[in-house]
């Protein structure tokens, strides 16, 4: 991404951040008592400015002081959307009441807006809360799916799909540790990482050796990955080279056969043209000298244009990108763009996955759904 495109694409998100959190700011402020504003402005200032200065911190001076601010600002994140959401409420409420007078005077008393402050952030607290743990306990979910072709000597086929990991100062050494061993516990044939495995910068990925535990992933046939935008946020080539150095096949719209029995297309993420000025193959060049008559089975992390693989004649079309919208009710606008925005779907002969991934990105929590490991057995004729 050019640096000017990059300026203004940083200007508009941290404009709609900074006015989100004044409007947040404004509406808690008329309920502090005097004597506390100052408190509070300060507290808000600390969390406002936390993801801020950590994103910061970990570019330069990568360390435990960058990590903390990181995560208080990804908590930040997270609860900003459920503040904004009740204070939302909170206004439609009053414009009504404007309207209807339907609520006794005494509700706009110092003592009610204490009251109503402490709630809604008890609830908000509450939220996060059960949101990081459920973030932090990945179920592994099980699809069977039967293609009509032949795969060599092959009757069955065991893929393992863990999308969007997001690899960084949130998604630690610790957490991949547990996909690691919910991947291997499966034992899988083949090992399939839709994109996004590394969050942004690559930085602290390396700091934790985080690598040496991707080393750790068995399957027969390897482990194979393709960018997702996440990768270029961060620096693509750093990314990609120490993902391979640590063991991945990271397909960059390359095709390869495996075991002479199917073939494995890895599509560029569609974010390469934006950030890199990279511009992907077409996935009708990309099947060119395919033997249509073995399995196909396509990555790409983002679901657009499905209908490409359909007309292409992809049998197995893996996904992930969308979250599923992570926290509610962001999935209900997730739903909206994309034609699937999480589980399976078949268009005529081709079967399509999107995962809503088993990481997190920004907030380290989930509301909207459960992080998904996923187990796919093939049959072939």
Known sequence: ??????????????????????????????????????????VYLFFFLSYI??????????????????????????AMVYYLLFVILIDIIRLLNVLFGFLPVSFYSPDYQVLFFLCVSSVVILIVILGYFNAA????????????????????????????????????????????????????DIILLPGDVVDEDIGPVIKQNAGELLRTLKAKYGVYAVTGNHEYLGGVEPSVEYLTEHGLIVLRDKTVIVAESFY??????????????IRRKPLNQLIEGVDKNLPVILMDHQPLRLEEAEVIGIDLQLSGHTHHGQLWPFNFITKKLYEVSMGYKQKGNTHYYVSCGVGSWGPPM????????LSI???FL
């Open 1 to 42: 991404m050019k640096k000017s495109q990059f300026a203004v694409f940083l200007t508009i998100v941290l404009s709609v951040y900074t006015l989100v959190n004044y409007y947040i700011f404004i509406t808690g402020l008329h309920s502090i008592p005097n004597n506390y504003k100052f408190l509070y402005s300060a």
């Open 53 to 78: 200065i950590g994103r910061f911190l970990e570019r330069k001076f990568l360390n435990a002081v960058s990590a903390f601010f990181v995560w208080v600002g990804s908590f930040w994140l997270g």
């Open 137 to 188: 306990s990945p179920v592994i979910k099980e699809l069977n799916i039967g293609i009509n072709k032949k795969a060599g000597v092959l009757k069955s086929l065991k893929i393992v799909m863990a999308s969007h990991i997001h690899l960084g100062t949130i998604i630690n050494r610790k957490r991949l540790r547990k996909i690691v061993n919910m991947i291997n516990s499966l034992e899988p």
């Open 264 to 277: 494995i297309i890895g599509r560029e993420d569609r974010a390469s043209r934006g950030f890199a000025g």
């Open 366 to 373: 989930r509301t909207g759904n459960r992080p998904e490991i």
């Open 377 to 379: 057995h093939l049959n």
